[in-house]
């Protein structure tokens, strides 16, 4: 599994985390190339070749027309959302914005729609969060873990005054990881690098069995004499039952958070399609990007019997769902509502049986496992070629999958 390792020893802030991409290996050319999709101004990003503190490290400077008006979270969304971007660094970028915006809302105690973005609202803010989730997509990232966090020391002037580090909304975003603080003086991680990791990150903590592939370094702005102010990004493959231990990369006894994530549920009631209809909407539902699909026996006016067809997709995916309700069913309205969905963040083991190695995807709640099943496919395959009933198939791998569970 493609894994990005963020070692935050200086923190993190937006450019930090593009710098260290290029240093990975993101082509700058492409990177701005996808940005100019986006419906913004003019701008442009200059990444250079710095030294920090004997590192030699990327740093990427963001060139723009200064703005004086701050933006709330439906206008960034907007933003995003209208470009034609990829689905998901669409998705991806949307989500790190509204964990910000919920911080936020939740410090000032207002709606997360009233709130401005000072620090995080400007040109800089978008094409640094953007930008990040455009490089894991060139990378082909599907892991993202983190370091415990250097937060820095002292005091910081933000548009609500002079506030101890690191200042409210920081905090919120960092609740549940691990953090630290050391002599060394001023912001190391920012709104936007800790929005990013916040959002991103699957796990927490030291750096586990993990093969290197690569090592890039995202240089800070600020320059310390005999501290290397950077981001180290390591990136590589991860296989966590590689030893036969229960640890993988950032679990273990290090708290993983539980992703939690804003989708959208479209809903209609229908009482005049055939079940062959019924199950094609599902079949174009999950190819339109659909993440769940089901359908509710209801009763309807005039004492109909019908069928209530519920879709969970992402914001980017309400377009095409609801087109496909429009053209392939009856319906003459939709009801569309926002959710907030969490999901334990899950890691695949394997185990060796008798029938050779199973895949076992495991859950994590609070750095335990507290659930372990099986790959459906693999013991069906099995099944097949072995001729053993698949329930007996099914008892052996799940009493060996126990043994996860149990930590053995």
């Known amino acids: 599994m493609k894994t990005l390792y963020f070692d935050c020893f200086a923190g993190a802030s937006g450019n930090m ?22 419906n913004i101004s003019e701008f442009d990003i200059e990444f250079s070749e710095v030294d920090r503190a004997g590192i030699s490290s990327v740093h990427a400077d963001t060139v723009y027309d200064e703005e004086t008006s701050h933006r709330h979270f439906s206008e960034v969304q907007e933003i995003i959302d209208s470009s034609s971007l990829e689905n998901g660094v669409k ?17 000032h105690g207002v709606d997360i729609e009233t709130v401005h973005f000072h620090e995080v609202g400007a040109m800089d803010a978008i094409l640094d969060v953007v930008g990040a989730c455009v490089g894991f997509e060139i990378l082909g990232i599907e892991k993202f873990v983190s370091s415990k966090i250097h937060l820095g020391s ?25 953090v630290y603080s050391t002599e060394i003086e001023g912001e190391l991680i920012t709104p936007t ?7 991103v990150c699957e796990g927490f903590g030291e750096l586990g069995d993990f093969e290197i592939e690569k090592v890039g370094y995202g240089a800070g702005t600020r320059e310390y004499e005999k501290f290397p102010n950077a981001l180290r990004l390591m990136m590589g493959e ?15 006894d290090k708290k993983q958070k539980i992703k939690t994530e804003s989708l959208l549920l479209i809903e209609t009631n229908l009482d005049d399609v055939s079940g062959e209809i019924l199950g094609f909407v599902l079949e174009r539902a999950f190819e339109a990007g659909a993440l769940d699909c089901w359908f509710t026996p209801i009763q309807m006016k005039k004492s109909r019997p019908g069928t209530m067809v519920s879709v969970l997709c992402s914001v980017e995916d309400k377009g095409p769902i609801s087109e496909l309700l429009y053209k392939e069913t009856s319906t003459l309205g939709i009801r569309v509502t926002e959710i907030e969905r969490e999901c334990l963040p899950r890691e695949i083991r394997k185990i060796k049986t008798e029938f050779g190695e199973i895949d076992i995807k495991v859950a994590i709640y609070n750095g335990q496992i507290v659930n372990a099943k099986p790959e459906y496919e693999q013991i069906r395959r099995i099944a097949l070629e072995s001729k053993i009933a698949l329930k007996r198939i099914e008892e052996i791998v799940l009493r060996e999958s126990r043994k996860i569970e149990r930590g053995k």
Do not use: C, W
Request: without cysteine; aromatic residues 4%; glycine residues 16%.
């Open 17 to 38: 985390i593009l710098g260290g991409l290029v240093a990975l290996g993101v082509d700058p050319e492409r990177l701005t190339g996808e940005l100019r999709k986006l």
């Open 91 to 107: 998705g991806r970028a949307i989500s790190i914005f509204r964990n910000l915006a919920e911080a936020e809302a939740k410090i």
């Open 154 to 178: 002292g005091f910081v002037e933000i548009a609500h005054g002079k506030y101890p580090i690191p200042p409210p909304a920081v905090a919120e975003l960092l609740s549940g990881m691990p």
């Open 193 to 199: 690098g800790a929005a990013i990791i916040s959002t």
């Open 238 to 252: 991860v296989e966590p039952q590689r030893r036969g231990d229960t640890e993988g990369l950032g679990s273990g």
